[in-house]
């Protein structure tokens, strides 16, 4: 079946400027996160959602980023006046039911956003 | 606070021969561990994961870890490389049964013909 999406895969914006980012979850998931990953490191959690609801927001950076899941499937990654320093490959992963130790995470390819 | 760290960020072996990419984890209580691997250009991929079950955890592609209570370590290991091996690796360890997840740094493997 299809696996975790992300669009844009590349995305090239200005400072200062906003941008979008789009994750299709699995069908049936109901838990949704958002990672965000750095030349050389790992991935950082930001966000989880459990449905339509953030379930935990604690890695969100600052005020500048947001995440929306309106109808609990698709998610929304808002990031306004962007930095040089957003510059990362942002991750959306899915997972069934987001609880349970047989839960697994499925990631998508990632955005790669640019801020020149 | 709760984090997991790979001992190497960088290990070259030789077609063949055996893999040790090597992680501990920080000891708050039973923890889920995860490897993940990451290839150029594609998205994360689940290699195995421990849910304290058995220790010896087998995954995907001859990798296996094994889950040391004592050491707090999940290394990880194959018997023999292939250069469709090479990649990121990344150790993973999540305290909640759900919910986010921690990464390691990453180890690349390389592997030479």
């Known amino acids: 079946g299809a696996g975790v999406s992300q669009t844009p895969s590349n995305k090239v914006t200005e400072k200062g400027k906003y941008v979008e980012l789009r994750c299709d979850p699995i069908s049936g998931h109901t838990a949704l996160y958002w990672y965000r990953q750095s030349l050389g490191q790992g991935p950082e959690f930001l966000i989880y959602?459990?449905?339509?609801?953030?379930?935990?927001d604690s890695g969100l950076p600052n005020d500048r980023f947001f995440a929306v899941r309106p109808e609990g499937s698709v998610s929304t990654l808002k990031i306004q006046r962007t930095e040089r320093g957003d510059s990362a490959v942002y991750l959306c992963a899915s997972s069934l039911t987001g609880t349970g130790i047989t839960d697994t995470q499925y990631f998508g390819p990632g955005t790669r956003l640019t801020v020149l | 606070a709760q984090s997991v760290t790979q001992l190497d960020s960088h290990v070259s072996v030789s077609e063949g021969t055996p893999v040790l990419l090597r992680c501990n984890y920080s000891?708050?209580?039973?923890?889920?561990l995860f490897w993940y691997v990451q290839h150029p250009n594609k998205g994360l991929q689940l290699l195995l994961k421990y849910t304290s079950a058995a220790t010896l955890v087998k995954g995907i592609n001859g990798f296996e870890a094994e889950f040391k209570k004592s050491e707090t370590s999940f290394h990880l290991t194959k018997p023999s490389a292939h250069m469709s091996d090479a990649a990121e690796y990344f150790c993973v360890v999540t305290y909640n049964q759900g919910g986010k997840l921690i990464f390691g740094q990453g180890t690349e493997l390389s592997v030479k013909p």
């Open positions: 000891s708050s209580y039973s923890p889920s």
């Open positions: 959602f459990q449905g339509t609801g953030a379930a935990d």
